[in-house]
């Protein structure tokens, strides 16, 4: 079955490391999303990517990296420089141009600082 | 003008009631507005879409209806039911370019 497979379903993050989420998607699409979403609250753009080795910064990138090297992968790196990472991060795919414009949303990561 | 502005924030119906999310723009440009729906711990899932061109549109229990004049377009859930207690988000874009999403709508449907 085609989907977004994120990874680690929950992961726990020492103060001052960096730690990487996964995000592999088979659904063959060009564009790809990554979200953070506090308790309670809405959907923050945090990086996307419309093409391979190209992306763009969100609404809340700082503290955030990501690469896009391969069309089915786009990880997203903790930094130490994010000061409150404890959050669920939610990955998401499109088709991009062309449509249809849904997206298709990944099962999350839940980072919890220790 | 990228805003898409939700409401109520949250909401509480009996079983078998009708729940009714709106959603607001500024953006005459957007041009698809699909809503999500998002159980706890889930990654949100595409309910039900619309395009400017229709003003409603319905499948299953979920309709959207849709006025463009006044640049709203709200979700509504026939017969609600227990199990579709969850957080909605609706959203908006232009064609390809990425989802604006409102900030959530909390249902909880009593028996």
């Known amino acids: 079955d085609g989907g977004i497979t994120q990874s680690p379903k929950y992961l726990f993050r020492k103060e001052g490391q960096n730690v990487t989420l996964s995000c592999e998607q088979n659904?063959?699409?060009?564009?790809m999303y990554w979200y953070r979403q506090d308790p309670g609250q809405g959907l923050r753009l945090i990086y996307y990517s419309q093409i391979v080795n190209d992306f763009q910064k969100g609404d809340i990138a700082e503290g955030y990296s990501v690469s896009r090297e391969k069309k089915e992968s786009f990880p997203l790196t903790v930094t130490s420089a994010q000061k409150n990472p404890t959050a669920f991060y939610l990955c998401a795919s499109s088709i991009g141009t062309g449509g249809p414009y849904g997206y298709t949303f990944g099962s999350g990561t839940r980072l919890t600082v220790v | 003008q990228q805003q898409v502005k939700q409401s109520p924030q949250s909401l509480i119906v009996q079983k078998g009631g009708i729940s009714i999310i709106n959603c607001a723009y500024e953006n005459t440009a957007f041009d698809y507005f699909p809503w999500y729906q998002q159980f706890p711990g889930k990654g949100p899932a595409l309910l039900i879409a619309i395009r400017p061109d229709v003003s409603e549109k319905k499948e299953g229990r979920f309709t959207i209806s849709f006025n463009k004049s006044a640049k709203q377009f709200s979700l509504h859930i026939m017969d609600s039911q227990p199990g579709d207690s969850a957080t909605y988000f609706c959203a908006a874009s232009i064609s390809a370019d990425k989802l604006i999403f409102g900030t959530g709508t909390r249902l909880q449907v009593f028996p």
């Open positions: 659904l063959n699409h060009d564009a």
